[in-house]
């Protein structure tokens, strides 16, 4: 079942990219590239209203949940914090005026994958936290508190990653321009908004509500600098799948040495929770969907999406299982 819902993912993203762009290509038709930006934009404020919608309803539902449960939701949640951030990004490049007809159906595919996200990935995954068996939760304080201390930490190693990309990688050019002249795919513009977005996370402990918010923004802040650090310098790899598939690896041994690597991590991890009497159904079954169909897809046109796809989900299910490792309830 894993396998087939990772092929399943790819083979939904490929459908939904691909309708957007006819549907552009319509518009760009019937009322040219002005016409077709509206159409755009409003797409745009309808999918930023159901993200927004969604993230406000899903963190509310944590304080009723059991203690894996908590722990957990921020990976299904990621999904929406990813989002909101590349809706920033495509807002900012239509701010900026600088839209043309491949523009137009660019930015199309990325809000079309940005809809899979809100009404299928997100869903699922948070289907998959509520079914799960959990413990009883400790109680708001200890929940919170981890979740806090957690999130300082995470915010603070992707803000030293983000560093490392600028001085190193980008050799000190300034960002903000660098991100005007990528395209939203590229990673950089969306890593910049949940930077700005990790930054405004307050020091103070707060509700469980807008614990488990900071905790999924922190968590996919320093998710997105390691992607980008992996595409632009492990891999090479210059598009990495957002509303398109990403190009070719230039160093695909290691890319699948890293996949391997972060697979069996995730899988012992979650053994030794097991012998603990915690569960981990989602980052398990996760790291699965995306490690089976990427096996599955090898050798295919598909081979690349797959696995980066498998990639960054493990990414996220290593984090989940560290931290549900060392939470509270041991």
Not at 155 to 184: F, I, L, S, T
Not at 281 to 290: F, M
């Amino acid at each position: 079942m894993a396998t087939s819902y990772g092929i399943g993912m790819q083979g939904l993203n490929m459908a939904v990219r691909e309708g957007a762009s006819v549907n552009a290509q319509a518009q760009l038709a019937a009322s040219g590239v002005t016409g077709a930006t509206v159409w755009l934009t409003d797409w745009l404020k309808r999918s930023t209203v159901s993200n927004s919608a969604a993230l406000t309803l899903g963190i509310q539902l944590g304080d009723a949940m059991g203690y894996e449960q908590q722990l957990t939701l921020p990976n299904a949640l990621s999904w929406l914090a990813y989002n909101d951030s590349i809706l920033q990004s495509v807002q900012q490049q239509i701010d900026a005026g600088a839209l043309d007809a491949a523009g137009i159906d660019r930015y199309a595919r990325i809000l079309a994958d940005v809809d899979a996200a809100i009404n299928v990935y997100y869903p699922d995954q948070l289907a998959i936290v509520q079914a799960a068996p959990a413990q009883p939760s400790p109680g708001a304080g200890p929940v919170t508190a981890y979740l806090s201390d957690y999130t300082t930490f995470l915010a603070r190693a992707g803000k030293a990653q983000q560093d490392y990309v600028q001085q190193v990688v980008m050799r000190g050019q300034d960002p903000a321009v660098v991100a005007r002249e990528n395209d939203v795919g590229l990673l950089l513009p969306v890593v910049l908004n949940l930077s700005a977005a990790a930054a405004a996370i307050p020091s103070n402990r707060d509700s469980l509500p807008d614990e488990l918010l900071q905790a999924t923004v922190a968590v996919t802040y320093y998710i997105a600098t390691t992607s980008l650090i992996a595409a632009v310098q492990n891999f090479g790899v210059d598009q990495f799948g957002i509303g398109a598939d990403p190009t070719a690896v230039q160093q695909p041994e290691v890319l699948l040495a890293s996949m391997s690597t972060a697979k069996k991590a995730v899988d012992q991890v979650a053994a030794l929770l097991a012998q603990r009497g915690l569960d981990a159904s989602l980052p398990v079954w996760a790291a699965a969907y995306g490690t089976d169909a990427a096996q599955a897809l090898a050798g295919t046109p598909e081979a690349t999406a797959a696995q980066v796809l498998a990639l960054n989900e493990l990414y996220f299910d290593a984090i989940t299982v560290f931290m549900l490792q060392s939470g509270p309830v041991q």
